[in-house]
């Protein structure tokens, strides 16, 4: 059931860009994480992409303590690195990194291959036409999934 309010949304109260933004007091009234039980901040968060969160924890020194200290948030970003780069996510966790840090290793590397596995530079005949192309470091185990991927083709 929805309400009519008399503004906008909390989740659409983010705090205006400006630059060198370092303070609560920066975000003045518009911050609805000053307002919001910290459990209502996280689920708004959570709509976020993984790029998007790691902007908004730069936003303001609240919106980036609720960040850093929510696992739930992190742990939903990197469940989804895991879909691409299971052994990777799955090894980092293992050896006890935080979901955080799990993620923040994995992102690049989980773009790259996703882009590899799904053909986009099969038909690339020189590493001159990857100039510009966004690369992340991978295994032999992952170059020998994007070549059977490749062969399968």
């Not at 370092?22 to 968060?45: D, H, K, W, Y």
């Not at 799904?118 to 991978?138: N, Q």
């Amino acid at each position: 059931m929805q309400h009519e309010s008399a503004g906008p949304s909390p989740v659409f109260l983010l705090c205006e860009r400006r630059a060198g933004l370092t303070s609560l007091e920066a975000c003045g009234s518009q911050n609805f994480a000053e307002t919001l039980p910290t459990e209502m901040s996280v689920r708004i968060f959570r709509e976020l992409d993984a790029e998007s969160l790691c902007r908004a924890s730069r936003t303001c020194k609240l919106w980036r303590s609720i960040i850093d200290d929510s696992e739930q948030l992190w742990r939903q970003q990197c469940m989804l690195v895991r879909a691409v780069c299971r052994r990777e996510v799955d090894s980092d966790r293992s050896d006890g990194l935080s979901w955080k840090v799990t993620l923040l290793r994995n992102y690049s590397r989980s773009q790259v291959k996703a882009a590899w596995l799904a053909g986009r530079y099969s038909s690339v005949r020189s590493a001159d036409e990857l100039l510009g192309s966004k690369m992340a470091p991978l295994d032999a185990e992952t170059w020998g999934e994007i070549l059977q991927a490749e062969l399968d083709r």
